[in-house]
């Protein structure tokens, strides 16, 4: 199973800021995703990273906010833009292949 | 209709019996079916996957998929209190960018 490092765990930000998260994968991998989950809710896709191209994002997300880059097959960044109360939440990275995806820890974002 | 529907829970069971948790989809072009377990605060970590139809057994675990009835099951035999968790089905298709989506989760308390 690949392993997944997400980086930063938490932070804490001031509104109208952007805050970038990092996923790297320790190996070769297919698909990147990135999802959200608010506190006890499930995961939602807000897009797929596609490498050396934009990602494909989910309805309801747009890359001005949520935008990703992903510039080879193991790392891959998502930026929080602009950022609100309301984007308070857990963002997982998650990496796999045809069989099966893993999940980094996740980076606990909290907007004030 | 969403597209991958679990009942939310909780679903209690006494330690020693066997937990069943459901799950439906919608898309009948998916391929791939997985079941996560996510305990709180952490991310969800992979614990079977099934492609095909009928049963798949590991340890104490056993996947059920029925393709006809776009129905996804997971038991757990000999429940156990550090099985209290909540239980993520996923389903990947075929087309598009082969995500995986998730759905809301069941959540499981097994009784001492």
């Known amino acids: 199973s690949a392993v997944i490092s997400q980086k930063p765990s938490r932070d804490i930000c001031q509104r109208g800021t952007s805050l970038t998260i990092q996923c790297q994968v320790d190996?070769?991998?297919?698909?990147m995703f990135w999802y959200r989950q608010q506190p006890g809710q499930s995961l939602t896709l807000i897009a797929t990273?596609?490498?050396?191209?934009?990602?494909?994002?989910e309805s309801g997300f747009v890359i001005d906010k949520f935008p990703i880059s992903r510039p080879n097959l193991t790392f891959s960044t998502l930026t929080v833009s602009n950022m609100s109360p309301e984007d308070s939440s857990i963002y997982l990275c998650?990496?796999?292949?045809?069989?099966?995806?893993?999940f980094g820890q996740g980076t606990r974002l909290t907007v004030v | 209709q969403k597209e991958v529907e679990q009942n939310s829970g909780p679903l209690s069971v006494p330690e020693g019996a066997i937990a069943s948790l459901n799950c439906t989809y919608s898309?009948?072009?998916?391929?791939?079916f997985f079941w996560y377990r996510q305990y709180s605060g952490k991310s969800p970590e992979l614990i079977m996957s099934?492609?095909?139809?009928g049963d798949k057994e590991d340890g104490r675990f056993t996947a059920q998929l029925n393709k006809a009835s776009q129905y996804v099951s997971l038991l757990i035999r000999d429940s156990q209190p550090s099985d209290s968790a909540t239980y993520l089905c996923?389903?990947?298709?075929?087309?598009?960018?082969?995500?995986?989506?998730f759905g809301t989760g069941t959540r499981l308390k097994v009784l001492a």
């Open positions: 898309d009948r072009g998916s391929q791939s």
């Open positions: 990273a596609n490498q050396g191209s934009e990602a494909t994002y």
């Open positions: 190996s070769q991998v297919t698909m």
């Open positions: 099934i492609y095909s139809n």
């Open positions: 996923a389903v990947r298709g075929i087309s598009g960018t082969y995500k995986y989506i």
């Open positions: 998650s990496a796999g292949t045809d069989t099966e995806a893993f």
